[in-house]
């Protein structure tokens, strides 16, 4: 099949995606229809759960592998559409619907690039394919799930819209719970405890708060208080304060070492991390993926926002059509012609490094 019919059935199949719902953890119905792409291509594919894969025609255990992944889960529509987030709308070039750009886009790209060499004899990679599940909820039967049962993955290409730049770095992500303790009393009583009170300085400790450590492409570790929850009534002074707090942790520091730092040096009587497995991540700007993308004038970046970049342990790209900027928007849309370009930019780049 050649690369504009390609193009063509892979804009189709965003249409029946995007009419298909596929929030996290139900994706049950997409994946369905990502079946009957592989079934008419004539390619062997399998499906773990939501999860549907597969790997090249010759794939040769003794060469190294290139994952190509996107999801195919979305978030749930905002209040503020205007136009049926469950209707494929195609006006003045772009294609409108829910998971369009985030990341439809992205994932029927990949696939049309994945058919086009799936024949192709001595690659230098092998190439897997995997259309995940639950990437928006970070959920356990994603991409996470997947690492064990394919094949040993040595790079990877990740489809999230980058508008076709390069993102060779991606910060992590830990939530922090704390707490700021007091004494709980009468409000019309003295109380030199005050746990709102308390609160003040501990608020200020994690504003001033800068972490030493720059990373050239991620920039500084961005840490936020996004929570705060304490009493229940007016006239009774809370035993306790409960913050959240956001931390986005570049590629200089692990998810472990951020948490130990915090353990150790804020002013919070309690802070504990919920989980330390969504690290940053990185590709070094000499691998051949990159030099090969910055060759075909691709700009290079780091990127604040998360993905299932976070799972992945061996290097691993950001690169995708459409634009971050519209993800969970209301009324998302992606142009017909980013696909196209997408689609054309992923196979030169693939034929740059694997064949």
Not at 25 to 43: G, M, R, Y
Not at 194 to 208: C, E, P, Q, R, S
Not at 269 to 296: F, Q, W, Y
Not at 323 to 349: M, P
């Amino acid at each position: 099949m050649g690369l504009e019919e390609l193009t063509a059935n892979a804009i189709s199949l965003l249409k029946k995606l995007i009419e298909t719902q596929s929030f996290s953890s139900e994706e049950d119905q997409t994946a369905a229809l990502l079946e009957t792409w592989f079934i008419a291509s004539n390619i062997k594919y399998n499906r773990t759960k939501n999860n549907v894969w597969a790997v090249n025609k010759h794939f040769d255990n003794g060469k190294p592998t290139l994952l190509l992944n996107s999801h195919h889960d979305t978030v749930k529509p905002n209040s503020g559409y205007t136009k049926n987030p469950f209707k494929a709308i195609v006006e003045d070039g772009k294609l409108y619907g829910l998971g369009s750009n985030d990341a439809g886009g992205c994932l029927v790209s990949l696939i049309a690039t994945f058919t086009y060499f799936y024949e192709t004899e001595n690659l230098k990679y092998n190439l897997i394919i995997v259309a995940s599940a639950e990437e928006e909820s970070s959920g356990p039967d994603g991409l996470n799930s997947m690492l064990s049962i394919i094949p040993k993955v040595d790079v990877a290409i990740v489809g999230e819209p980058t508008l076709m730049n390069l993102a060779v770095a991606e910060k992590g992500l830990v939530v922090f719970d704390a707490e700021v303790h007091g004494t709980a009393s009468h409000a019309a009583h003295p109380n030199n405890n005050n746990a709102i009170y308390n609160t003040i300085d501990v608020l200020k400790w994690f504003k001033d708060f800068k972490f030493s450590k720059t990373s050239q492409a991620l920039g500084d570790v961005k840490m936020t208080v996004t929570q705060i929850n304490a009493g229940k009534q007016h006239n009774a002074i809370p035993a306790d304060v409960k913050l959240v707090i956001d931390v986005r942790v570049n590629d200089k520091y692990t998810n472990q070492e951020v948490a130990d730092l915090l353990i150790a040096n804020s002013p919070c009587d309690k802070i504990t991390p919920r989980s330390l497995r969504l690290n940053s991540s990185s590709i070094p700007v000499d691998h051949e993926l990159v030099k090969a993308g910055i060759d075909m004038g691709r700009e290079t970046y780091g990127s604040p926002t998360l993905s299932d970049q976070a799972v992945l342990t061996c290097p691993s790209l950001k690169l995708g059509p459409g634009d971050s900027t519209r993800s969970h928007t209301a009324d998302e849309f992606i142009y017909i012609n980013e696909i196209e370009e997408g689609i054309k930019i992923y196979v030169e780049l693939l034929n740059r490094v694997i064949v």
